[in-house]
């Protein structure tokens, strides 16, 4: 392996950095986007239980805002839960897109890696063939070690770039499809507990006024003579 790190030439420095640097992301970003961690079970019905029954007060939201990303959410929701329905829906789509900047997080870094990793091999492929073809100038063709080296630098770059880009793809690929999946079912939740602060604060309608009894006729009474 160490051969191969020498024989591919200065380019293989970058494309460990960047390797290594992925790696890290990867490892970080499987930690911190656990289903558990961002959407812990049952607590968007926990919360709602909450609302109907008026457990709401300052301590309760603080511990709900520091539990999770689906609870920084909701707690804002909460924040303004006595204002207008399109007040509290737009309190939460503002917390919303914050907390989705940080579960995306590193994301494009990702991305960029995978994008950079296969133009760093093909450079140093160039550079390979370069060295190959300035052998053949100065020594000829008839140098078989000075070709094999150029070949070599050549084939381990590329091989080395893309070893770096496909894991990197595949990863950003699938932790952009999960923060979606996250997001939607943060937005569900939120339209829930919406709903419910909604019917909480509606007014219930007055009783229909019984009406009164109608005065009943005065009886009239013949009077007798004499």
Not at 7 to 28: D, N, Q, Y
Not at 155 to 165: E, I, K, P, R, Y
Request: aromatic letters at 6%; glycine letters at 10%; hydrophobic letters at 50%.
């Amino acid at each position: 392996m160490l051969e191969l790190f020498k024989a591919g030439g200065w380019v293989m420095w970058p494309i460990a950095f960047i390797s290594i640097l992925a790696l890290a992301i990867v490892l970080e970003r499987l930690w911190t986007l656990r289903r558990k961690s961002v959407l812990p079970p049952g607590l968007g019905a926990e919360v709602r239980d909450w609302a109907r029954h008026a457990h709401l007060d300052p301590k309760h939201i603080d511990a709900l805002r520091t539990n999770s990303p689906l609870g920084e959410v909701l707690a804002a929701g909460l924040d303004v839960r006595r204002r207008p329905r399109e007040v509290i829906r737009e309190r939460i789509e503002d917390t919303g897109r914050h907390v989705m900047h940080r579960l995306e997080r590193f994301l494009n870094t990702l991305g960029t890696i995978a994008s950079a990793a296969p133009l760093l091999g093909l450079l140093g492929t160039v550079i390979g063939m370069m060295h190959l073809f300035l052998g053949i100038l100065d020594h000829g063709v008839g140098d078989v070690a000075q070709l094999a080296g150029g070949i070599g630098q050549a084939l381990v770059t590329t091989a080395s770039g893309m070893c770096v880009a496909i894991p990197a793809l595949v990863f950003h690929r699938y932790f952009r499809g999960l923060v979606g999946a996250y997001v939607i079912e943060m937005e569900r939740e939120a339209i829930a507990l919406v709903d419910t602060l909604d019917g909480i604060a509606a007014p219930k309608p007055a009783p229909a006024p019984t009406p009164a009894p109608a005065p009943s006729a005065p009886s009239r009474r013949r009077s007798s003579a004499g």
